[in-house]
Each structure stands twice: as C-alpha cells, then as structure tokens.
C-alpha cells in the first residue's frame, strides 16, 4: 500500500521561503516515477506545479518558474521543494504525487502566504 506524507507548509509573508517535503513508502518501483508537486487552492481545480525525472529533468509551471526548486532523493524516496519569493497565489494545499497521479493522494500540506 503506497502511502505520500507531505510536510513543511505554513504561513509566511509574501516574499518568504518555505520548504516542502514529500516522503513515500509502500512503493519498490519508486525510481520509474516522475514525482510532482501539485497544488489546489480555495475553489480552484489541482494543478501542477513543478516535476521532477528520476534523472533530475525539471518541470515548472510559468507562474513558479524561477522561484520553486524541486529536487529528490530516491534512495530516501523523498521530494522537496523549495519554494522563494512566495506571493500571495501561492496559497494553496500543496500535493505530491507521480506526474500521472498513479499514488493515494495524501493529506496535503497547507501553505499560506499573507501579510
């Protein structure tokens, strides 16, 4: 049984940092998988933010290029993502899961930027 625990959201101020953690279990298979982060604001659909190969290819959407990093450790089964220069559409519930949304969604991790 796969299970995807997010962590590290917060509330922050427009202009600030967090990092998000996404750690897997329950998968043998972790390095086929392009792991990505999504994300769904209040009212809004689910959408993906950034991805990442298991060779380290990227993937940004427009409105976080330049601002997010992804990264991963596939010997941890963990993906991070880095994310500066937050604004206030960041606000969202942040979601990690294959590029295909093959895993259980898990709880998500709540990310606030507000002044």
């Known amino acids: 049984q796969v299970q995807v625990v997010e962590s590290g959201g917060g509330l922050v101020q427009p202009g600030g940092s967090l990092r998000l953690s996404c750690t897997t279990s329950g998968t043998a298979d972790y390095n086929r998988w392009i792991v990505a982060w999504f994300r769904q604001a209040l009212g809004a659909q689910r959408e993906m933010v950034a991805s990442i190969t298991f060779l380290h290819n990227t993937y940004y959407d427009d409105s976080v290029q330049g601002r997010f990093t992804i990264s991963r450790d596939s010997t941890k089964k963990t993906v991070w993502l880095q994310m500066n220069d937050l604004k206030v559409e960041d606000t969202a519930v942040y979601y990690c899961?294959?590029?295909?949304?093959?895993?259980?969604w898990g709880q998500g991790t709540q990310v606030t930027v507000s002044s």
């Open positions: 899961n294959t590029q295909t949304m093959r895993w259980p």
